[in-house]
Structures are given as structure tokens and as C-alpha cells.
């Protein structure tokens, strides 16, 4: 190979790194932790964020996802989920696919709608998404061809928690992780991700609203996830249970994506405060040992960011409230006065952390353990914020209770 072709080979390597850094494929990005690597932060945060484009797309808390120069979402309008590709740069419909989904809501989760809550996937060309009632679909991403489904029914005589399909599905070496079912009757599965066969499922409790993530730990892969009623690590290769904790929360509302922090994994939920444990294995058997445990923060729906030695998140207690512990103990460093919101989603990037609210603020804090520090506040939308926000290189993506909107600073 002469040296221009050498030369070339390297500016379409770094260019397609680049575009990946930039791309925002998955629940909480391309890491699963709600770090954004690309975000180029102003030295100046601007007095207002500039709209780009705005369009309605359905109703739902599925949050949208990022691929290449596409946006993709899943959505409800009327009693049909929406699967959709918009452009990045101008909002402009590229492809769709509509199928009917009769769905009754539980009368708790009325004021939360029928739509989708579910983040899709975009992994090597391939689109997955995942309904409120339980289908979970696989598009080629470029064209929008459905190229398989499975709603479940003939595995599970119910297909979905009592509020709704909330997981999100993640790829794991060619395997679609999900759980499926419903209470008290679920899988965990793993997928082929090329054909949606069936590769090993673990059946020994019914799914959360949770989403998976995959470790490392004492040198075997494991999926970890809050399942209805426990907290659980299974083999990633064959799906063999390892670990488990007993873990239930009222109503069984288990929905906090966990964090793992060097060899510890973090945990939450409603009223259960944070808790950091190690899993270790000593004569063939794994055991969970709780290292420590804050009483003082305990998140509902809202998931964590890691930056550093330091876990910053939102409790339910006060309203909603703000808060930093020092990872290593537990110790809580600061937190926000409250009456914040039900719920945020957080981001992090740069040395700042964004929390959007379920009230359409976004509240842009200086990411240090010392003081709870707000460097700027912008109102998103005009209605309910309950999806997570996609932050990139200079974008803002929003989805409110009926609209996408791209913002830039």
C-alpha cells in the first residue's frame, strides 16, 4: 500500500471514530452510563439555546436515539406505535413503520399515557425497539424493513409489567439482551441479534422497568438488571444465575439502571436508599457483601452519573433533590435544596452535568463535590420532559410530551 492510500485508510479511520464519538445509540449512550465523551462545552454557557428544528412525533417517555446522521424514536400516535427516522440536521422524515397496539393502563400510571417508554437500539444496521405491551421489532435501520418480531404471547400469558415495558435492550457480543413478560412470569433472554432465536434465557423472575448493564467481575462477563423482585447477575454466556439480592420496592417499581464503580456496583430504589456492593467468589460460589449504604438519597426512576470518585443523582425524597456521595463511601457531599421535580434524567459531559427535569428544565451544574453550583437553567418544551435528553458535540435533543426538538448552544 503506497503512502497515500496509507494516509487515506487513516483520515476515514479517524473520520468514522469521530462520527461514532458523536453518535448516542442506546438507553443513557453509547456506555450505558449517561456519559456524553463527545460534548464540546462553551467557555461561555449562552443566555438561550437555539431551536434548530422542532417536530411532533407521538407521545411516550421512549427517549430518542442518535445514529450517523439519524434520529431515531419510538412513539405512540393514537393506538399505534410509531417506529421513525428523522434527519439529523433538519428534523425531516425519512422513513416509518406503524403497527397497532391496544393497550390498557394500569389506572396508577394514568397521568403517564400510553405511550412507549422503552429506549431503542441501533446496533451494526439493525433498529430494535421494544413496546409498551412487550413487541420487540428489529428494522434495518437505513431502509426501515422490518426484519423480525416477537410480541411474546405464545411464551408468556401476560406480556409486560403492571405500568408498561420500560427496559431497554442492549447487545452484548451479537446477543439482544431483554426481559420479557410479565409479573411474576418473565425472562430474561438473550437473543440472536440477527434473527431474534432464542440463544438462553434465565426464568427465575418477572421483568422491572430496569435496564441492564454488562461488567466485568472477578473475570467473568455478567448481565446485571433489578428484575421484580431481586437484584441479579447472570453468566453472559449461557445465562446461568450467579448472584442475587432479594430487592422489592412498593408496587414492585424497580427502575434504576445500576453503576458499577471500580469493583463495586451501585444500587437504588423508592425509599430503599444507595447502596454500593461487592460481589466476590471464593470456592466456586458468588457472594454480594454490602460495602455501604446511604439512607439519606434514594432514587425512584432517575439513574446516576459516575464521574470520578463521585455519584451524582436524584432523590425522591424533598420533592426531588439534587444530590453528590463520594463513591468510595457512601458519604453524601451536597445537595440541592429541593422540590426540583418528580423526576431527571442526567447527563454528563465536559466538566458539567445536565439534569433535565420532568418539568422541561434543564439545569446545568458545575461537577465538583464541593457545592451545589448551577451554571445556567433553560425551560426545553412547553409540556412534560420525561424522556432522557441526547446530548452530543453541540446538540440538545428533547423529546417532550408530543414534539422532538434539536437545540444547539
Known amino acids: 500500500m503506497n503512502r497515500h492510500l496509507v494516509a487515506l485508510f487513516f483520515v476515514a479511520l479517524i473520520c468514522s471514530q469521530n462520527l461514532q464519538s458523536q453518535d448516542w445509540n442506546q438507553w443513557r449512550g453509547p456506555n450505558r452510563d449517561g456519559s456524553s465523551s463527545s460534548f464540546k462545552q462553551p467557555k461561555v454557557f449562552p443566555d438561550e439555546l437555539k431551536k434548530v428544528w422542532s417536530v411532533e412525533v407521538g407521545i ?3 427517549s430518542p436515539i442518535v445514529s450517523g446522521e439519524r434520529v431515531f424514536l419510538l412513539s405512540r400516535v393514537g393506538e399505534q406505535e410509531v417506529v421513525a427516522a428523522y434527519g439529523r440536521e433538519s428534523g425531516k422524515l425519512i422513513w416509518k413503520d406503524a ?6 393502563m394500569n389506572p396508577a400510571a394514568m397521568s403517564h399515557g400510553k405511550g412507549p417508554k422503552s429506549t431503542p437500539l441501533v446496533a451494526n444496521g439493525r433498529l430494535y425497539t421494544f413496546g409498551i405491551s412487550g413487541i420487540l421489532s428489529c428494522y434495518n435501520a437505513s431502509t426501515g424493513k422490518l426484519l423480525w418480531r416477537n410480541d411474546f404471547r405464545k411464551k408468556f400469558p401476560v406480556q409486560s409489567p403492571d405500568f408498561g415495558t420500560a427496559m431497554s435492550p442492549m447487545i452484548e457480543k451479537g446477543m439482544l439482551i431483554v426481559h420479557a413478560g410479565g409479573p411474576d412470569n418473565g425472562a430474561l433472554l438473550a437473543l440472536d441479534a440477527e434473527t431474534g432465536n432464542e440463544k438462553w434465557s434465565w426464568t427465575g423472575d418477572g421483568p422491572a422497568y430496569a435496564s441492564p448493564i454488562a461488567v466485568d467481575l472477578n473475570g467473568t462477563r455478567q448481565i446485571v438488571t433489578q428484575s421484580q ?16 439480592i432479594p430487592f422489592e420496592t412498593d408496587y414492585a417499581q424497580n427502575s434504576v439502571t445500576p453503576v458499577i464503580y471500580k469493583d463495586m456496583l451501585i ?41 470520578g470518585d463521585y455519584l451524582y443523582g436524584m432523590t425522591h425524597f424533598r420533592k426531588g ?11 453524601t457531599k451536597w445537595t440541592s435544596v429541593g422540590a426540583e421535580g418528580e423526576n431527571a434524567a442526567i447527563i454528563h459531559g465536559g466538566s458539567v452535568i445536565f439534569f433535565l427535569d420532568n418539568n422541561a428544565d434543564l439545569t446545568i451544574v458545575n461537577a465538583t463535590d464541593k457545592k451545589y453550583e448551577v451554571l445556567k437553567k433553560y425551560t426545553v418544551a412547553k409540556s412534560p420532559t420525561w424522556a432522557e ?15 422532538l426538538t434539536l437545540w444547539t448552544f
Open 60 to 62: 411516550g417517555h421512549s
Open 99 to 104: 403497527y397497532d397496539t391496544p393497550y390498557t
Open 229 to 244: 423482585k431481586n437484584i441479579i447477575g447472570v453468566a453472559a454466556a449461557n445465562g446461568e444465575l450467579l448472584w442475587k
Open 267 to 307: 444500587f437504588s430504589g423508592i425509599d430503599k436508599g444507595v447502596f454500593a456492593v461487592r460481589v466476590t467468589k471464593e470456592d466456586g460460589r458468588w457472594s454480594p457483601q454490602t460495602v455501604w449504604q446511604n439512607e439519606k438519597a434514594a432514587m425512584y426512576l432517575s439513574s446516576p452519573v459516575l464521574i
Open 321 to 331: 433533590q439534587f444530590f453528590c456521595l463520594d463513591a468510595r463511601t457512601g458519604e
Open 389 to 403: 435528553p441526547v446530548i452530543t458535540e453541540d446538540e440538545i435533543f428533547i423529546k417532550d410530551l408530543n414534539s
